[in-house]
């Protein structure tokens, strides 16, 4: 097992990486709002569950083939970008409401809003750069058994990041409930929650490939 202090770490540094607004966090604000915080906890999972992408990844070698090769990195950073931005126009086009999904149409199953949260961290290049560029780093090759030790990280990754993105959707309920009789308002919250998922779609165009 990972020394104590280490996973603590590494626990530190998960916290750090998404107390930093990004699309996960907008998700799991979205879909609280639009929806309550069972909605934004099943948003919530779907990231956390994306994570395990990205473990899996880095566990075969595949992060390490993805960040080699130009082509492949780019594929994955136009298709993340693609869906965020898809998605911020789906929610600055809706009125009278703060739902992310199909214009006018019914509000999206547990089931969907997990695939959301899923698919948004899944297809983000940035979080490949962070198991890429961070994991390695809390790795002991001395001690043995890498891929049990990249495991056991990639599981106090899930348990930091859930944690921290139920409490959000705790504090986000809060904000639905003092909006229910503010449509204007609601209104506006909505358009700046698409606003900022097209911006940080189109950040993701700008992230580079590490340099080989």
């Known amino acids: 097992m990972i020394d104590p202090q280490i996973m603590a770490a590494f626990a530190a540094a998960v916290l750090v990486a998404i107390a930093v607004p990004g699309p996960d966090a907008l998700l799991v604000l979205g879909n609280t709002l639009s929806h309550d915080k069972r909605g934004g906890f099943m948003t919530a999972l779907g990231v956390c569950l994306g994570y395990g992408v990205h473990i899996l990844a880095a566990l075969l070698g595949l992060t390490a083939i993805v960040l080699a090769s130009a082509t492949l990195f780019g594929l994955v950073k136009m298709v993340g970008a693609a869906y965020l931005i898809y998605l911020g126009l789906q929610a600055w086009r809706q009125r009278g409401g703060l739902e992310l999904g199909d214009v006018g149409g019914p509000q999206r199953t547990p089931w969907q809003l997990l695939q959301q949260g899923f698919l948004g961290n899944a297809l983000n290049p940035k979080a490949i750069l962070f198991f890429m560029a961070v994991l390695p780093q809390f790795v002991r090759p001395e001690q043995g058994q890498i891929p049990l030790q990249i495991i056991q990280l990639g599981a106090v990754n899930f348990v930091v990041s859930l ?10 309920e809060r904000i639905r409930l003092g909006l229910q009789h503010r449509p204007a ?17 189109a950040s993701l165009l700008l992230t580079k490939r590490p340099a080989s």
């Not at 944690?163 to 986000?172: D, E, G, P, R």
């Not at 308002?185 to 779609?201: M, N, S």
């Open 185 to 201: 308002v609601a209104e506006r919250v909505q358009k700046a929650l698409g606003g900022l998922l097209i911006g940080l779609g």
């Open 163 to 172: 944690l921290f993105y139920t409490l959000l959707a705790h504090a986000a």
